[in-house]
């Protein structure tokens, strides 16, 4: 059993690890700032704890999928992104869903170093995520 602790932590670590790594790395370039996407303070989330959670759309990895209404929006932001992809003249969809994937895999440990709590989602998913959000922004 202590086997089991062990590695989960080496794993904690390693993914620590790699995610500071990664910010030192986009400091000089001022990409990315620790911790930058925080949380509601439970301070004010007391006195109205729904009030802070996504109804129709979230933006981000925090909320994804966690009522229904939010998983039926995810089928939508595909949608749009699938439109945006279509309208280039330069590349296929298939070409520029490549080159931005590949681009956010570079940053997967910068991405959630930036996060205030832990993004629980793997790579894969932060990916799909983060490529969504970057043409919703």
């Known amino acids: 059993m202590e086997t089991k602790k062990e590695s989960n932590e080496d794993m904690k670590f390693k993914t620590w690890k790699e995610s500071t790594k990664s910010l030192l790395g986009t400091i000089d370039n001022y990409c990315f700032q620790p911790f930058s996407i925080s949380v509601v303070p439970d ?41 945006l992809f279509a309208r280039t003249q330069q590349h296929d969809g298939e070409q520029i869903s490549d080159i931005c994937t590949k681009a956010i895999l570079e940053l997967d440990g910068a991405v959630r170093a930036s ?16 490529v969504i959000l970057g043409f919703i922004k």
Request: proline residues 4%; glycine residues 6%.
């Open 43 to 83: 301070e004010l989330r007391k006195w109205n704890e729904n009030a802070y959670i996504p109804k129709s759309i979230s933006i981000g990895p925090r909320y994804k999928g966690a009522t229904r209404d939010l998983q039926q929006m995810e089928e939508i932001k595909w949608r749009c992104m699938g439109t």
């Open 115 to 130: 996060y205030v709590d832990e993004i629980r989602l793997d790579r894969k998913d932060l990916i799909e995520n983060c």
